[in-house]
């Protein structure tokens, strides 16, 4: 019989791409509870939960194939206004992800996904819950369709009616939940004219769809170019965006994940050309649109138009991405070994020169050995130097902790903090990583249990009720140093 087990190599790299694509959600889900409608930072959490989804299924991981698919239900619904994402929802969603990357640290080790049955569905009851929960009214959105309803009466009324439907307009903006100091509406924006083509604000697939079309309208002989594909991709994720039942949704997410399959392994061809137009077909045809998300899309779109026109910058070339590859650190620091060896076989040859230097050898002939050694030390401490290049990361990896840790700590304690990031892009040695993780959890969480005071504490002193902690990495000519700071009361040097 054929073994058809899993490549531990590949299961390796699926499990590390993972962890690596995970690790930057736990701050983006914070951005997230204070700007609940922002599209891009619901995208970039979304994305990476759904290729886990389908790279587990691939090697059979269910558990967390099933969390992941929970999770992303739930993202989905957030990104289609149909959910908000309140506390509650970040709350649970948070939880999910340390779940995941639990059960990949698990499966890593050889042991089974989840060996805690009870704390996995306690973990994945309350998400489930949110998705099935019946849609509650939102006043944004209702008073964003009543907005739309006045306008689009105020239009066809006479010039002396108009007067009445303004102030309508303004009392439901002020009621409206994202309203500021609204000024006066304009008749003329936002609101279509007697004899206008209303079904333009729903054309956003339309115009994505034939985006696509025309990209793809020749044969392709060889491979699709990487700004053409770029234009693809882009408009499949509007178009996935745009989805208003499962079924498109479906069809787009097989053409999403062709898509990546295809441009990872032999690029943009004529069989992903013939994938990808098989179902912008069907999608013309049978396709069901999101209205809500397409007004969305539209109104972001319109307001970057109305902005001023700038001098248009100078056409830079776009940079194709660089390929990487994994290398086990072991090789790597063995191969820094042998690095090493050569320096000292460097210093061996020098003793030797001088040493022929001294005798009667051919002057002419030491003078060559000795430019050949020069060489060679130059060449031998490049290799070091590139060598230790490879082994530093950015310290974001380390810093990009602090947001979830703080907002965990203040939940639980009633404070308000919020945590400024300054040198995230400085590189460390990969080594440093593990040594700082410890020191740099225990002080972040000092900084908020005993250096920031409660809000109400610091109103009565003059503070505002949010603290501040802010944390800072520089690279010195010899060494890194890391600084935190926070406007709290400081250390009560008498209880020390």
């Not at 303004?170 to 209303?198: C, H, M, R, T, Y």
């Not at 040695?429 to 972040?444: E, N, Q, R, W």
């Not at 944390?471 to 020390?496: F, H, P, R, Y």
Request: no cysteine; proline share 4%.
């Amino acid at each position: 019989m054929e073994d058809y087990s899993i490549d531990p190599e590949l299961l390796a790299e699926f499990i590390d791409e993972s962890d690596e694509s995970l690790a930057t959600l736990d701050s983006l889900f914070i951005k997230l509870e204070s700007d609940p409608s922002n599209l891009d930072i619901i995208n970039d959490i979304f994305r990476p939960v759904h290729s886990l989804k389908g790279n587990a299924a691939f090697f059979g991981l269910m558990k967390i194939t099933a969390l992941a698919h929970t999770m992303e239900n739930l993202l989905d619904l957030i990104r289609k206004g149909q959910r908000v994402a309140t506390s509650k929802t970040v709350g649970v969603l948070l939880p999910g992800l340390d779940m995941l990357r639990e059960m990949l640290a698990s499966f890593r080790e050889g042991l089974p996904e989840v060996e805690d049955e009870e704390k996995y569905l306690a973990l994945l009851r309350p998400i489930e819950e949110l998705v099935a929960e019946e849609d509650k009214p939102d006043t944004t959105r209702v008073s964003g369709s009543l907005m739309a309803i006045l306008e689009e009466m105020r239009a066809y009324l006479p010039e002396n009616k108009r007067p009445l439907a303004n102030e309508a307009i303004s009392f439901v903006n002020i009621l409206s939940p994202q309203s500021g100091d609204a000024s006066k509406p304009d008749e003329s924006a936002g609101s279509p004219q007697p004899g206008e083509d209303s079904s333009k604000k729903d054309m956003g697939q339309v115009e994505l769809i034939s985006a696509i079309k025309t990209v793809l309208a020749d044969d392709i002989t060889n491979t699709l170019g990487q700004d053409e594909a770029e234009i693809i991709r882009e408009s499949l994720d509007k178009l996935f965006l745009l989805a208003g039942d499962r079924k498109t949704n479906e069809i787009l997410e097989k053409a999403l994940e062709e898509y990546h399959a295809f441009m990872k392994s032999v690029g943009f061809d004529a069989i992903l050309q013939d994938l990808v137009l098989e179902k912008l077909e069907v999608l013309e045809k049978n396709g069901v649109w999101s209205t809500e998300v397409a007004s969305k899309l539209n109104e972001k779109e319109g307001a970057n138009k109305s902005e001023p026109k700038q001098e248009a910058p100078k056409q830079v070339a776009k940079k194709t991405p660089e390929k990487t590859m994994r290398v086990s650190e072991p090789s790597i620091d063995s191969f820094l070994a042998y690095v090493g060896e050569l320096l000292v076989v460097g210093e061996m040859f020098n003793y030797l020169q001088r040493r022929l230097a001294s005798t009667l050898v051919d002057r002419s002939l030491t003078q060559a050995f000795k430019q050949i050694i020069e060489t060679f030390s130059t060449l031998s401490d490049n290799l070091r130097k590139s060598i230790i290049e490879i082994r530093r990361v950015p310290v974001k990896s380390v810093l990009q902790k602090a947001p979830r840790i703080i907002h965990d700590i203040a939940s639980k304690t009633g404070k308000k903090v919020s945590v400024k990031l300054i040198g995230e892009d400085t590189m460390i040695d990969k080594s440093y990583v593990d040594l700082l993780d410890a020191p740099f959890t225990h002080i972040v969480r000092n900084a908020i249990d005993h250096g920031l005071e409660m809000p109400e504490d610091r109103i009565a002193i003059g503070k505002p009720e949010t603290g501040v902690v802010e944390i800072a990495v520089q690279e010195l000519e010899n060494e890194i140093v890391m600084s935190m700071t926070d406007d709290g009361k400081g250390l009560d040097l008498k209880a020390i």
